[in-house]
């Protein structure tokens, strides 16, 4: 059996307890060195035959896996942050299906959530904005031309971009090109959300390349994009005294 596994942002103790059960019994751990926190290795049996799947392609994963498979051993594939965000597991799981390998997936919290915790606010703001664009900008892997940043910009809704901070002047650019975005929205950089190193830098589309060429980030960080980080926007409904819900009447 092999377990897909969302390790968390970073911090060790952001995985889930499911995740980490399944840690202390792997057999065989494959996990993402170059992204998941070290710290995780400790909670894998003093047993379990680890490898760091930074050194490895898609074909040596999965031969390692047929091998776990064959030996009749439990295999844990850790990624970081959750499988469903740029994971690369489709293609692992692709692969598996064709082998008539079983598995399943254990998601984990991601590293946009953990980046609006850093702030200590939400991307869906009542009166500010109800939707979050979760986006890459095209770099050495492109996108779907529809989802090209420009248009996306367009909506002007809140926006996390991952993978990006290498890319900072065309992702300046395109904001300001999709029409929504002004150089004065608010934007935040949130470095290595929920690490002992996490830093959050506050600036504008207008300071975003700027500040980024300052505190001397290429990765590892989110680009946060919108009116949430600053608006206060309005009373949530739901807590509103003169509106009801399926719980209480409304009182005032």
């Not at 991307?123 to 940043?149: C, K």
Request: aromatic share 6%.
């Amino acid at each position: 059996m092999v377990h897909f596994v969302g390790a968390g942002p970073g911090a060790a103790d952001l995985i889930t307890l499911r995740g980490a059960e399944l840690l202390r019994h792997a057999d065989v751990l494959i996990w993402a060195g170059s992204l998941v926190n070290p710290e995780l290795l400790a909670l894998a049996p003093a047993q379990c035959e680890v490898h760091d799947s930074a050194r490895l392609t898609l074909e040596a994963v999965i031969a390692l896996i047929e091998r776990a498979e064959a030996a009749g051993k439990t295999t844990v594939r850790l990624h970081s942050g959750d499988t469903s965000l740029y994971g690369a597991i489709y293609e692992q799981a692709e692969a598996l299906r064709v082998r008539g390998i079983s598995f399943d997936v254990t998601p984990g919290v991601s590293s946009f959530s953990a980046a609006a915790a850093a702030l200590g606010t939400e991307y869906t703001v009542p009166g500010v904005s109800q939707s979050l664009i979760i986006t890459r900008a095209a770099g050495r892997t492109p996108v779907p031309e529809r989802e090209a940043l420009k248009s996306l910009a367009a909506h002007g809704a809140s926006m996390a971009l991952f993978l990006s901070a290498g890319l900072a002047e065309h992702v300046q650019r395109a904001l300001l090109e999709g029409g929504a975005y002004t150089e004065d929205t608010p934007c935040a950089v949130v470095y290595k959300a929920s690490w002992p190193e996490e830093r959050v830098l506050h600036c504008s589309v207008k300071t975003l390349v700027s500040t980024l060429e300052e505190a001397g980030i290429q990765n590892s960080a989110l680009i946060l994009v919108g009116d949430f980080l600053e608006d206060a926007g309005e009373r949530s409904r739901l807590y509103d005294p003169a509106f009801s819900t399926g719980y209480r009447e409304a009182s005032a």
